[in-house]
């Protein structure tokens, strides 16, 4: 199967191409240039495997280029048990007959992006194996918190691989902060960005889609790639748990082969939902997918409207993985909806750049408005569903799985739809101790990983391992630097 950018079909590449690459040349996200269908019978055999042969099979339809041996030997090295607390890998809790929880923050850093980040390291060192790449390659990372330290954590002592991760300097929370700053290995570089992450994440295309600091790396040896969702080698290992989840409800009695189940999804980057969208598109009966926002709600607008406007105010919230004004993968979605029209996806992003806002075509309206349903929830809210999720169920939720709590809730109001509907569950409340302590009425005593032992006490809820062993971490990195400094941090690591 081939790839193509969203901005140029006319260049089609291999898989291992697309995920070396990470973004195309011309600006472009690599999509598939046809999207594989799930074959008959497929979820039939798919529900009697265990997660991470449904990792091999899903990736399979999509990878070619890959052997079915390979991304076994993969599977079983990034959905280990040494990297995951659970044999399940991305279980499903039910709270009620027909809402269920799908928790992905099993793995090493306590949140979703390990699903992916995990697999990435391998995809992506074979890939230059097959595409006979013979420099080092360094990974760029841009973060609004999580994707960072799954980054590092993937990374870290991966043979022939740097890794350089920036986050905004005000933007994340204490943990994940300690969990960026106190990452060991000799091939890692953690930085502060002064700005927020949108920033963050445009310095870092920037450093991409310059050709002149590709060329000096080059003559030293190293090619730059990513470990943002705008990498396919990041979304690909995603769709598989929406696929996984859908099993496990069948298994479980709780959806009748066939039936249609909604997932209700915390977004910022737009990389979570976008692997929904495809599990649909590839035959999973999917009802509606909803896209649950923070106070930072272009998304909400967008959906509704039509009118994606980032010429708004940024807030800073208690779910920060969500605080993002740009979602990157949007444009995918743009692409695939537009019946892969890449002069029509161009367009809509340069208007985005120029402007800060596009309109869509009243023929895209209608095809988002079959798809997706939409909703936002500020701080407050929030907080009260973290409460009340605990009141009601005795399930301790964390600030962005709360999110989508809420906007279901808001949604299965206004609407009266009833369908059975997955949230998904994006990180653990660990993570964010303070926010959650206060939803749950209690003072926070300290702040960072102290708080972890009293979110204990408060809710009989025991920790991560992870996130518990942080306490006796030592801070490695402490500078932060404007986003005009950058290519210069990239060129001083990579000397
Ligand atoms: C990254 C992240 C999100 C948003 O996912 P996108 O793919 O960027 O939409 C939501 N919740 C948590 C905890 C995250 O880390």
Not at 83 to 88: A, N
Not at 186 to 203: P, T
Not at 489 to 495: A, E, G, I, N, P
Request: charged share 25%; aromatic share 8%.
């Amino acid at each position: 199967m081939q790839y193509v950018s969203t901005r140029d079909t006319g260049r089609a590449v291999t898989a291992a191409m697309a995920i070396e690459r990470g973004l195309s040349t011309d600006g472009g996200l690599f999509v598939p240039a046809q999207l594989p269908s799930l074959p008959a019978g497929a979820l039939e055999s798919l529900r009697r495997m265990d997660y991470r042969q449904r990792a091999v099979y899903v990736m399979k339809l999509f990878l070619e280029d890959y052997t079915t041996a390979e991304l076994a030997d993969f599977a079983a090295r990034a959905y280990g048990p040494k990297g995951f607390d659970t044999p399940k890998i991305a279980p499903v809790r039910s709270l009620d007959a027909s809402t269920h929880v799908l928790e992905l923050w099993h793995g090493p850093t306590c949140a979703f992006k390990d699903m992916a980040l995990q697999m990435l390291p391998y995809l992506l060192t074979a890939a230059m194996g097959k595409n006979g790449e013979d420099r080092q390659v360094c990974i760029l990372v841009a973060t609004s918190g999580d994707t960072g330290k799954a980054a590092l954590e993937g990374f870290a002592g991966v043979e022939g691989t740097k890794i350089c991760v920036f986050y905004p300097r005000d933007g994340v929370s204490d943990i994940q902060k300690l969990q960026m700053t106190s990452q060991e290995g000799a091939n890692v570089l953690v930085c502060a960005v002064n700005g927020n992450f949108d920033d963050a994440q445009a310095a870092v295309k920037e450093i991409f889609s310059d050709p002149a600091m590709r060329e000096e790396l080059a003559g030293r040896g190293w090619m730059l790639s990513s470990a943002n969702s705008i990498n396919w080698g990041r979304l690909l290992p995603q769709i598989v748990y929406y696929i996984s989840a859908y099993c496990d409800l069948l298994n479980a009695g709780a959806a009748q082969a066939g039936e249609k189940v909604n997932f209700s999804v915390p977004t910022g980057n737009f990389g979570d939902i976008l692997a929904g969208y495809y599990a649909k598109k590839m035959g999973l009966p999917v009802g509606k997918l909803i896209c649950a926002s923070n106070k930072n709600d272009v998304l909400t607008d967008f959906l509704k409207t039509g009118v994606y406007d980032k010429n708004r105010p940024f807030y800073t919230t208690i779910s920060p993985s969500m605080d993002i004004l740009v979602s990157s993968n949007l444009e995918r979605l743009l692409y695939d909806l537009t019946g892969m029209d890449d002069r029509e996806t161009a367009g809509y992003m340069e208007a985005l750049k120029r402007d800060g806002r596009y309109e869509v075509t009243p023929r895209l309206k209608t095809a988002l408005d079959g798809l997706f349903a939409a909703g936002c929830c500020d701080d407050e809210e929030t907080k009260d569903v973290i409460a009340r999720c605990f009141k009601d169920h005795g399930y301790l939720i964390d600030t962005h799985t709360a999110v989508a709590y809420g906007v279901l809730e808001k949604y299965r109001r206004e609407t009266g739809d009833e369908t059975p509907c997955v949230v998904v569950s994006t990180a653990s409340p660990y993570k964010f101790c303070s926010a959650v302590l206060e939803a749950l009425g209690e003072r926070p005593e300290s702040q960072g990983p102290e708080l972890i032992g009293q979110l204990e006490r408060a809710s009989g809820v025991p920790a991560p391992m992870p996130l518990k062993a942080l306490a006796g971490k030592t801070v490695r990195f402490r500078d932060s630097f404007d986003k005009a400094q950058l290519p210069d941090v990239v060129r001083d690591f990579l000397k």
